[in-house]
């Protein structure tokens, strides 16, 4: 049987992980060991146990003890189960978008650059997309859209993040990536002379003069391409672009010249797929 533990008090240490550490504090929780995250919802938790990651704690109201937190008692007899009144745990800032349920997580390492590419032909490289929502839509549509796997810059949102796992509806556990030393990447940094070296083409999702549209036969039939997106605000940098073997618009209309990166990426994504690959 789990070990179910009663919680009458807000402040009760406990609720400490869950209530009041930011993403920041729990990712460098355990230093120097790997720190952990909080995922929410039993889809997004059952996601993220199935690609391996080990749960430290759970934390249900009482009123879904039964619907969302039975399945994981057996499971894990080891793992406290928190519990609590519904009226305790809306002090939990956005605990009501948990769908009742929510677990502490270890981390796992992160995959080297040239491990997360083997056998990859369509990745995506996103480059400090700094919006939580942002990365995690992103997952989703890159799960969905034959993107193989996912290469974030240092300054992005970290996929973990609970807002960014919980918009990719748990994607994050299920598309291989990593995050990369530089901030910024340039023609000369270590990252993008490693994927040169494994065969990859790279384009600069950006609007230039000299920008082919994101249907250009020659561009949909590279046999390794990594897609690059740039922030909310600024996009791609001069010296990314100018790094990238091709800069790729959408075209659009109505005297629209942009998208969301969201859904820029979907768009993106949809078009130089593996699925417009002939093998």
């Given at each position: 049987m789990?070990?179910l533990?009663?919680?009458?008090?807000?402040?009760?240490p406990?609720?400490?992980?869950y209530?009041?550490?930011?993403?920041?504090?729990?990712?460098?929780?355990?230093?120097?060991?790997?720190?952990i995250?909080?995922?929410?919802?039993?889809?997004?938790i059952?996601r993220a146990?199935?690609?391996?990651f080990k749960?430290?704690?759970?934390?249900?109201?009482?009123?879904?003890?039964?619907?969302d937190?039975?399945?994981?008692?057996?499971?894990?007899?080891?793992?406290?189960?928190?519990?609590?009144?519904?009226?305790?745990?809306?002090?939990l800032?956005?605990f009501?978008?948990t769908r009742?349920?929510?677990?502490?997580?270890?981390?796992?390492p992160?995959?080297?650059?040239?491990s997360?590419c083997?056998?990859?032909r369509?990745?995506?490289?996103?480059?400090?997309?700094n919006?939580?929502?942002?990365?995690?839509?992103i997952f989703?549509?890159?799960?969905?859209?034959?993107?193989?796997?996912?290469?974030?810059?240092?300054?992005?949102?970290n996929?973990?993040?609970?807002?960014?796992?919980?918009?990719?509806?748990?994607?994050?556990f299920?598309?291989?990536w990593?995050?990369?030393?530089?901030?910024?990447?340039?023609?000369?940094?270590?990252?993008?002379?490693?994927?040169?070296?494994?065969?990859?083409k790279?384009?600069?999702?950006?609007?230039n003069?000299?920008?082919?549209?994101v249907?250009?036969?020659?561009?949909?039939?590279?046999?390794?391409?990594?897609?690059?997106?740039?922030?909310?605000?600024?996009?791609?940098?001069?010296?990314?672009?100018?790094a990238?073997?091709?800069?790729?618009?959408?075209?659009?209309?109505?005297?629209?010249?942009?998208?969301n990166?969201a859904a820029?990426?979907?768009v993106?994504?949809?078009?130089l797929?593996?699925?417009n690959?002939?093998?």
């Amino acid at each position: 049987m789990s070990q179910l533990i009663e919680i009458t008090d807000f402040s009760d240490p406990a609720l400490d992980i869950y209530a009041r550490l930011n993403e920041t504090q729990l990712l460098h929780f355990r230093e120097p060991d790997l720190g952990i995250f909080i995922a929410e919802s039993p889809k997004v938790i059952e996601r993220a146990l199935q690609a391996g990651f080990k749960p430290i704690s759970f934390l249900v109201a009482k009123e879904d003890l039964v619907k969302d937190a039975s399945p994981f008692f057996d499971r894990y007899p080891d793992v406290p189960f928190y519990t609590a009144d519904l009226n305790i745990l809306t002090h939990l800032t956005g605990f009501q978008l948990t769908r009742g349920l929510l677990c502490a997580m270890e981390r796992l390492p992160l995959p080297s650059l040239e491990s997360l590419c083997e056998g990859t032909r369509r990745i995506a490289i996103l480059q400090q997309i700094n919006n939580p929502t942002n990365v995690g839509a992103i997952f989703r549509s890159a799960a969905a859209l034959n993107i193989d796997a996912v290469v974030l810059t240092k300054g992005c949102s970290n996929p973990l993040y609970r807002r960014s796992a919980r918009v990719s509806m748990g994607t994050v556990f299920q598309i291989p990536w990593t995050i990369l030393p530089e901030e910024v990447l340039t023609g000369d940094c270590e990252s993008m002379t490693t994927l040169r070296s494994l065969g990859f083409k790279t384009a600069s999702m950006a609007l230039n003069d000299i920008s082919v549209s994101v249907d250009d036969e020659t561009l949909m039939q590279e046999d390794r391409l990594a897609i690059f997106l740039g922030n909310e605000g600024d996009g791609l940098g001069d010296e990314t672009i100018a790094a990238c073997d091709y800069t790729v618009m959408i075209p659009m209309s109505h005297g629209v010249d942009s998208l969301n990166v969201a859904a820029a990426s979907a768009v993106a994504f949809w078009q130089l797929g593996n699925r417009n690959q002939q093998r």
